[in-house]
Nanobody, 116 residues
C-alpha cells in the first residue's frame, strides 16, 4: 500500500528557510514520480516541484532558484528545501506520488506559514 507522510512545516520569517520531508512507503522510486503541490487558503492546489522516476527535477517558475527537491532512495524519503521564503509561499504543502498507470496518491499535507 502506497502511503505518503509529510512533515517539516512551520512558521518562518520572510527570507528564511525550511525543509519539508515526505516519507514514502509502498513505492519504488524507479517507477514512480513524486511531486510537491501547495494550496493557499481558498485557492486551488498548484504544482510546485517534481522528481521523476529517473531523478530529473522540475520546478514552477516562482520557486526556481529558491527551492530544491531531492530524494533519498535508501531511506524512502523525499525532501523540499525551501530558501528565501516569501509570504506568498504560505500554503499547505502536499506530497504526491503517481505512476505510469495513472495511480495518484496524496499525503495529508503540512502547513508552511511565512510571516512578513
Amino acid at each position: 500500500q502506497v502511503q505518503l507522510v509529510e512533515s517539516g512545516g512551520g512558521l518562518v520569517q520572510a527570507g528564511g528557510s525550511l525543509t519539508l520531508s515526505c516519507e514514502v512507503s509502498g513505492v519504488t522510486f524507479n517507477t514512480w514520480n513524486i511531486h510537491w503541490f501547495r494550496q493557499a487558503p481558498e485557492k486551488e492546489r498548484l504544482f510546485v516541484a517534481a522528481i521523476e522516476w529517473n531523478g530529473r527535477t522540475y520546478y514552477v517558475d516562482s520557486v526556481k532558484g529558491r527551492f530544491t527537491m531531492s530524494r533519498d532512495v535508501a531511506n524512502n524519503m523525499v525532501y523540499l528545501q525551501m530558501s528565501s521564503l516569501k509570504p506568498e509561499d504560505t500554503a499547505v504543502y502536499f506530497c504526491n506520488a503517481d505512476d505510469r498507470y495513472g495511480t495518484s496518491i496524496w499525503g495529508q499535507g503540512t502547513q508552511v506559514t511565512v510571516s512578513s
